[in-house]
């Protein structure tokens, strides 16, 4: 009986050793060194996407009530240009190049309306922009009686640019608040040119594609159907050109929500 018991346990005992091994075998097989490495580097990125994605959830919790709408509007622009920093062999005769007025160009994109801390309302926008424009050359010379009036720099008159806006929005407290609202707005802007630049302005080193804006104007809102707005741009061009620009433009047009839309 003795005997019994201790083949029976030798026997069980065996097999425990056995099982182990086998599991230890299939473990090291189903699972390498490698690729070991490679689940913990996933666990890793998923981890850091995580982090991420906490991080810009708080950062943006504090806007709300955002809204996109899709917008077009007129623009009036004029280029007041000076010229003196600058000497070319070629001359333009001034009463061709000069138009002191506003001439009309358009824009299209969309934008993005919000609430920041549930108090401050801002607008952020992007578009594409053909601008038509009236230059003003502050600068003329003259040889008379030989040369009538002369600058010594062409612009250019018209270009396409694309350009990024950041409103803050200010609620006027105009009667009937709740039907319509009445905002007036101010903030920076940038335009940058897409368009060939022509060979004088690069040339004379005036070609540079960067404009810089401050912007104010008035929005009027029908209830969240539409808004109206009227914008006033004064931009420069970079500051290291030999031909310093400055860009007046008026914005007139319409936004939409998209929701409307679609």
Do not use: C, W
Not at 37 to 63: M, P
Not at 79 to 88: E, F, G, H, M, S
Not at 220 to 234: A, E, M, T
Not at 240 to 247: F, G, R
Request: charged content about 20%.
């Amino acid at each position: 009986m003795l005997r019994i018991a201790k083949t029976f346990l030798f026997r069980f005992i065996s097999m425990l050793i056995f099982t182990s091994f086998s599991s230890n075998s299939i473990y090291a097989q189903t699972f390498t060194k490698q690729q070991q490495d490679s689940a913990f580097l996933v666990h890793r990125g998923q981890e850091r996407i995580r982090k991420i994605k906490k991080s810009l959830a708080i950062l943006f919790k504090e806007y709300t009530d955002n809204a996109i709408s899709v917008f077009g509007s007129l623009d009036f622009s004029k280029q007041n240009i000076n010229d003196k920093a600058i000497t070319a062999p070629l001359n333009y005769l001034y009463n061709n190049v000069n138009n002191n007025s506003y001439r009309s160009g358009f824009s299209g994109g969309f934008r993005l309306d919000g609430v920041y801390q549930q108090k401050k309302f801002y607008s952020l926008s992007f578009a594409i922009n053909r601008i038509i424009v009236g230059n003003h050359y502050e600068q003329k010379y003259s040889l008379s009686p030989f040369i009538e009036d002369f600058t010594h720099f062409k612009a250019d008159d018209a270009f396409t640019t694309i350009s990024t806006a950041l409103h803050a929005k200010v609620l006027l407290p105009i009667n009937g608040m709740n039907k319509y609202k009445f905002y007036a707005v101010v903030g920076p802007s940038m335009d940058y040119i897409i368009s060939n630049i022509s060979n004088e302005n690069l040339i004379n080193k005036a070609g540079r594609r960067a404009i810089f804006n401050g912007d104010i104007g008035a929005e009027f809102d029908n209830k969240g159907y539409y808004v109206l707005f009227v914008h006033y741009k004064i931009g420069q061009n970079s500051t290291s050109t030999s031909v310093p620009i400055q860009l007046n433009s008026f914005e007139m047009g319409m936004s939409l929500k998209t929701k409307d839309l679609f």
